[in-house]
């Protein structure tokens, strides 16, 4: 059976207090938008359409690609008139055909694969609607019953004193036989409070006319939480930030405090990783087995190694080979590579940069554009001055060289194999192989017999 789904977004989210529509607002790292269109993508809902603003239509495409989705159209609801009136919009863009329409709202980010799949496969006759027990009070519209059966649903703005002590609610999220859709929405008013045409008066419609209505029960209230605010947000928040903690620790990762632990979708954590307290990791980021990050780190696109430690350290777009250590308090930037048991320690700070296995650079130093060779040491406070106010040079440091504290590495410059500088050295010219040099500028030492 062919299955769609229209994605409610147009909202303007006056509550959050913001020029970024509401569906933008991130959380964990990916905006709202992104969470509905993953889970749909997760289900295999593929067909998708979004009814938007003007201000987020333009970045659905953008937003539907990160989340997997593929393509996704959007549709601009212009002026907004009610989540009838969007469905109608919707719906005019698509040739009918015979199957199921989910809908769903984009500003709902909990909501996961399990629940639409199984509001999907509930649906056996008009519509499967997904419902909660919610505490109270609440703003959620109720679910009115005729014994057992769903009679209709009341907006809580258009509720009685007594249907507002109602505790199964409307969750918002929606299956309906397409071809019923259209001749439910269809047939809409917008005689109510707020003078909208109302989604939810397509459920009374269905029981008038005796259609097979079939409420799907959340297991968890808080998975069909809606974000309005941002304290919202910020709850929402914290409770996928755990469920994403609680997945990585049940597949063998030591998460030794989850709530100060912040993770992102699609991290890639091997078992017999440990992630101490305070620390953040964002992006693409993937950490071998037996690796150590923390406490107080924060990776984004960082590529980690087997048996490596990161403690009190930022990484960036860069690697990190197995066995090594950084920290504390190093900043590895963007397109840095270290090697295998490589030592960066405090108060370093690389860009751009490949350190080949065994480099050390223990204290205070500063490599930008730079090439190090294999067991090469890097003395406290060295710098490699790597621009000359118009470009960026590279510098070249070859295998087994010692530079000496506070040496300065004026680029373009070479330094040889074996060679090494002496303390406070400004080198400016190459270093050949096995010559040792000193001063300001260095010049070479006279080689030994």
């Excluded at 459920?203 to 919202?232: C, K, M, Q, T, W």
């Excluded at 060295?382 to 000359?388: M, V, W």
Aim: include cysteine; charged fraction near 20%.
């Amino acid at each position: 059976m062919s299955v769609r789904a229209i994605v409610l977004a147009a909202g303007k989210g006056t509550r959050m207090k913001s020029a970024r529509p509401k569906v933008l607002h991130e959380l964990c790292g990916r905006p709202m938008l992104w969470y509905a269109l993953r889970a749909l993508r997760s289900a295999n809902v593929l067909d998708v359409t979004v009814v938007t603003s003007a201000e987020v239509s333009e970045l659905v495409a953008e937003v539907a690609l990160a989340a997997g989705q593929g393509e996704a159209r959007a549709v601009l609801q212009e002026p907004q008139l009610g989540t009838g009136h969007a469905v109608q919009i919707a719906l005019a863009g698509l040739e009918p055909r015979e199957g199921q329409v989910v809908v769903l709202y984009g500003d709902m980010p909990l909501v996961d694969e399990e629940l639409l799949s199984a509001a999907m496969a509930a649906c056996g006759g008009a519509l499967a609607l997904v419902t909660a027990r919610m505490p109270l009070p609440s703003a959620f519209g109720r679910i009115v019953r005729e014994g057992e059966q769903v009679a209709r649903i009341v907006e809580a703005r258009d509720a009685t004193k007594e249907e507002l002590d109602i505790d199964e609610m409307n969750a918002g999220v929606y299956v309906y036989d397409e071809a019923k859709l259209r001749e439910a929405v269809a047939g809409l008013n917008n005689d109510n409070a707020q003078s909208e045409y109302y989604l939810t008066d397509t459920v009374g419609h269905f029981a008038r006319a005796g259609h097979r209505i079939s409420p799907v029960l959340a297991r968890d209230y808080r998975n069909v939480l809606g974000v309005n605010d941002r304290v919202e947000l910020a709850a929402a928040a914290a409770l996928l930030n755990r469920r994403l903690c609680e997945q990585h620790m049940r597949a063998g990762v030591t998460i030794v405090d989850p709530a100060t632990t912040y993770l992102e979708p699609d991290l890639i954590l091997a078992p017999d990783v440990t992630i101490w307290p305070n620390t953040s990791l964002k992006g693409n980021t993937a950490i071998g087995a037996h690796s150590e990050i923390g406490p107080n780190a924060r990776l984004r696109n960082a590529r980690i190694g087997e048996h490596a430690v990161v403690t009190e350290s930022t990484i960036v777009d860069s690697g990190i080979g197995d066995f090594s250590y950084v920290g504390p308090w190093a900043h590895v930037r963007a397109g840095t590579e270290i090697g295998t048991g490589a030592r960066i320690g405090n108060f370093v700070e690389i860009k751009k940069s490949h350190l080949a296995p065994g480099v050390k650079a223990s204290h205070l130093t500063y490599l930008g554009d730079t090439t190090v060779g294999e067991r090469s040491n890097i003395g406290a406070g060295t710098i490699t001055a790597n621009f000359d106010g118009v470009s960026k040079h590279r510098t070249t440091i070859g295998r087994d060289v010692k530079i000496g504290s506070n040496s300065v590495l004026v680029a373009p410059v070479k330094l040889g194999d074996r060679s090494m500088t002496g303390a406070g050295a400004i080198v400016l010219r190459d270093v050949a192989e096995d010559e040792r040099v000193v001063g300001n500028p260095a010049r070479p030492l006279p080689r030994k017999q």
